[in-house]
């Protein structure tokens, strides 16, 4: 199978026939004829991607596939700052390491994502010594692989966008990462001593001298002699870099072995991740072990008592050696009648290796190989590194370290945060050195506190106060007003949220301002608490909202609805009306002097009487800027009509206009258009009077009546005429 990246390929075909047919990826067949029988070579370039066949009729067939690849691959090794930021290396990591690394490739549109991707950490034979799954997020290729301790290349291994899986090597050199490497040494006298019948300790000190590998696992084994037994207290260890560690083991000798006897031992030790060995070699002797024994102790002092060995001469003198594996190495030296010490000033569950040896006059000696002897335990001193972490508005994450004075052996740890309405006491096992508290309310004062405990008692306890994050607010801003400035601008003030709902320090405010035609968004710091808000649309409805923001997040929001408007506008002016027909009329009439605001529309009021509110009321919608007409149809003839209008605005309806009589005549056919405006006071009634005798003098002529009247009416069929 061929991939998109194979640029060429070479094969060849063995057989003892004398065709070879070559099938291609599109079916389409390519004969050809070997040589003597035997072989033929085919080469090609720029292959199609897909399966390539090669067939024979009969018989048997063997080929070999020679591909020219390009597919660059590059890969980038990343370690972790003292931020915990990785950052790519300019060294190659360590062998036995897991480490992460980025790669790129310019190919990376002609690898199929969603299929699994591959990087294969090979040997010169192509054996797979290790791989790891490549995941790909914005372009970027990354994974992390335990790395193998011998030289390797690279080789890509998925399917291309076709479908077709490829394994191309990407790198035509060996690649070698460091080897760990480490050192050891032989703790106190370079010559071992051995009590027969009694366990000898023996102690090594083994250190990593290079960073890496993180974990340098090491295993030790012991070469003795005949009657000598090797006893591990654990012969596997691990080191991280740059550090020694104490590796103890004892040798128990029987009976067979005799004073003075002198052995070679041989202690190897492997490393795990190269399986390199390190050899050392030491003498060992065999010596009369004296009786040796703590009469008492406390948590500052040990009292020994020994017994004079039995060995040819007198004793002429004791000396104890003491280890305190702090680097410090002390002997003191006792005369002959000496067979007890006080040893004072030590700290509770102190370490001390103690050795002792007799001196006789016949230059004799009796050697004890050192025991381990620790004080009593006590209550621990404070944790250590306590610290704590906070990830969420309601929960902490406490950690902290061992006690720098542990006292002995710690049993378990108290942990408890108490604060405004909570309380827990957790208590841990000396596995866990952190826990997680959850429950908690947002921006409230917390303490942490922990203390260890030995078989003694409770130590020390050790605090620390902290905070939980900010939460959003839970009210809103208070306390909301406003002054109207003028028909395009206002002044807000407010309050904060109340304390106990802020969660957190107010940081900002946000004003929206929506006056219907636009909307304007406000930014204010955390203390801001008052704005002036211009260029509204001139006596508009305005919607303000409010809401404060923390850390957090933001809070609820208030909303007011703030309306523009001096008050209700005045009459509408200059109402006339003009006869369209016997049932219709058309009006007209100004805008108010006075429109305090904008208006929303128009009340016509129109009936028989002169009570015309109590009649017909039609809503007209506002069409134009200044002046409005207005068809009412459906109207009786032969009658008087009232009609009045009134505007409206955001603060109501105001002022009715002066009211217009009209006379619906029953024939229109040779009246000219009349528009009448008549006032309803007193004095212009007598006018009316005078005009009603005119008009009965036409009916006498024409015995017809026409009448002008003031109605209000709700039309059912209202025309709009627009200006």
């Not at 310019?106 to 690898?111: E, G």
């Not at 740059?242 to 190897?268: D, K, R």
């Not at 009321?617 to 209008?645: C, M, R, W």
Request: overall charge negative; glycine content about 6%; charged content about 15%.
């Amino acid at each position: 199978i061929i991939s998109v990246f194979v640029t060429s390929f070479s094969t060849l075909v063995k057989t003892s026939q004398p065709m070879v047919t070559i099938t291609k990826p599109d079916g389409t067949l390519e004969t050809l004829t070997t040589i003597g029988n035997s072989f033929v070579i085919y080469e090609t370039s720029n292959p199609q991607a897909g399966e390539w066949r090669a067939c024979v009729s009969s018989g048997t067939i063997e080929q070999s596939v020679s591909l020219t690849v390009e597919l660059d691959f590059s890969v980038e090794y990343v370690k972790e700052d003292v931020m915990g930021q990785l950052l790519p290396s300019t060294e190659l990591p360590f062998a036995c390491d897991r480490s992460r690394f980025t790669a790129s490739t310019s190919k990376l549109s002609q690898i199929s994502l969603n299929d699994t991707l591959y990087l294969d950490f090979v040997d010169n034979d192509r054996n797979i010594l290790q791989y790891t799954e490549i995941t790909e997020c914005e372009g970027i290729l990354s994974g992390s692989v335990i790395l193998p301790s011998t030289p390797l290349q690279y080789q890509l291994r998925g399917y291309d966008i076709e479908g077709n899986p490829f394994s191309h090597l990407v790198s035509d050199f060996l690649i070698t990462f460091e080897y760990p490497d480490f050192q050891i040494s032989l703790i106190g006298s370079p010559m071992v001593v051995v009590n027969p019948g009694k366990q000898s300790l023996v102690r090594m000190f083994i250190q990593n001298t290079k960073e890496g590998p993180k974990n340098l696992v090491v295993s030790a084994t012991v070469t003795t002699t005949v009657g000598i037994d090797v006893e591990f207290v654990d012969n596997v260890v691990s080191l991280i870099p740059q550090t020694e560690v104490e590796l103890s083991f004892y040798l128990i000798a029987n009976n067979s072995v005799i004073e003075g006897q002198m052995f070679n031992l041989s202690f190897v030790v492997t490393d795990e991740c190269t399986n390199v060995s390190t050899y050392m070699s030491f003498q060992a002797i065999v010596k009369t072990p004296i009786e040796f024994n703590v009469a008492d102790k406390t948590s500052n002092s040990l009292l020994f008592e020994w017994i004079p060995p039995n060995i040819p001469g007198n004793i002429t003198s004791y000396t104890l050696s003491l280890d305190f594996v702090n680097g410090t190495i002390t002997t003191i030296v006792f005369d002959e009648s000496t067979i007890s010490h006080l040893l004072e000033g030590l700290v509770p569950y102190q370490l001390v290796y103690v050795g002792i040896t007799a001196q006789t006059d016949y230059n004799e000696t009796a050697i004890n190989a050192p025991i381990p002897i620790r004080t009593e335990e006590s209550e621990p001193g404070q944790v250590s590194s306590l610290y704590v972490f906070v990830p969420s508005a309601d929960s902490s994450i406490i950690t902290w370290s061992e006690p720098e004075k542990p006292n002995g052996i710690i049993q378990y740890y108290e942990i408890m945060v108490r604060g405004k309405d909570y309380s827990e006491l957790i208590i841990l096992n000396t596995s866990t050195l952190s826990h997680t508290f959850t429950g908690l309310e947002d921006f409230v004062r917390y303490e942490a506190i922990v203390r260890a405990a030995t078989s003694v008692g409770e130590g020390e306890i050790n605090s620390i106060i902290f905070y939980t994050l900010e939460g959003a607010p839970v009210s809103p801003p208070q306390d909301v007003e406003y002054i109207i400035w003028s028909s395009t601008s206002i002044f807000i003030t407010w309050s904060h949220p109340p304390l106990e709902s802020r969660r957190g320090f107010i940081s900002a405010y946000t004003l929206n301002v929506n006056d219907r035609i636009q909307e304007k968004i406000y930014e204010f710091s955390g203390i801001t608490t008052q704005t002036n808000v211009t260029g509204l649309t001139e006596y508009s409805r305005v919607n303000v909202t409010i809401s404060a923001h923390t850390s957090g997040g933001v809070g609820p929001n208030v909303t007011i609805e703030i309306v523009i408007v001096t008050g209700v506008p005045s009459a509408p002016r200059e109402l006339a009306g003009e006869i369209s027909n016997d049932t219709s009329v058309y009006l007209s009439w100004n805008f108010p002097e006075e429109p305090n605001g904008v208006l929303s529309s128009f009340h016509l009021f129109y009936g028989k009487t002169e009570s015309t509110t109590t009649e017909m009321d039609v809503i007209v919608p506002v069409t134009g800027n200044s002046y409005q007409k207005f068809a009412v149809h459906d109207l009786e003839s032969e009658e008087e009509y009232y009609f009045k209008v009134a505007a409206s605005n955001y603060a109501g309806m105001g002022e009715n206009s002066t009211e217009l009589v009209i006379v619906i005549p029953a024939d229109t056919s040779e009246i000219n258009p009349l528009l009448i405006v008549l006032p309803t006071t007193l004095g212009i009634l007598f006018i009316v009077i005078i005009v009603f005798a005119i008009l009965l003098v036409i009916w006498f002529r024409r015995r017809k009546d026409t009448t002008v009247s003031t109605k209000t009416k709700r039309s059912s069929n209202v025309q709009i005429i627009w200006s």
